[in-house]
């Protein structure tokens, strides 16, 4: 099991930058895939990014470019560094990782981002 905590969100203007945490409640060595994932209103939860425990990067092409995930080990953290944000970027972002064959959430952060 683990327990997953998104931090970092919050208002934004449009062209600012945010970093999303992921704080996980055991070590993250052995978690495979962990990832980003966004809900806005009215519309269905969707991939951002992902990254493996060999460090293999995956991004929405939406995102790409101005995203950034990344793990430090040492901290049981997964972060996601979001530069150039767009107003089409707000949403809840949800941080989810896989661990023996099951997926757990946190329980998302907030990002607005204003015109």
């Known amino acids: 099991q683990v327990q997953l905590v998104e931090s970092g969100g919050g208002l934004v203007q449009a062209g600012g930058a945010l970093r999303l945490s992921c704080a996980a409640s055991r070590s993250i060595r052995s978690i495979n895939f962990m990832g980003w994932y966004r809900q806005a209103p009215g519309k269905e939860r969707e991939l951002v990014a992902t990254l493996t425990s060999r460090g293999t990067t995956t991004y929405a092409d939406l995102v790409k470019g101005r995203f950034t995930i990344s793990r430090d080990n040492a901290k049981n953290t997964v972060y996601l560094q979001m530069n150039s944000l767009k107003p089409e970027d707000t949403a809840v972002y949800y941080c989810?990782?896989?661990?023996?064959?099951?997926?757990?959430w946190g329980q998302g952060t907030q990002v607005t981002v204003a015109s």
């Open positions: 989810a990782a896989d661990l023996i064959l099951r997926r757990y």
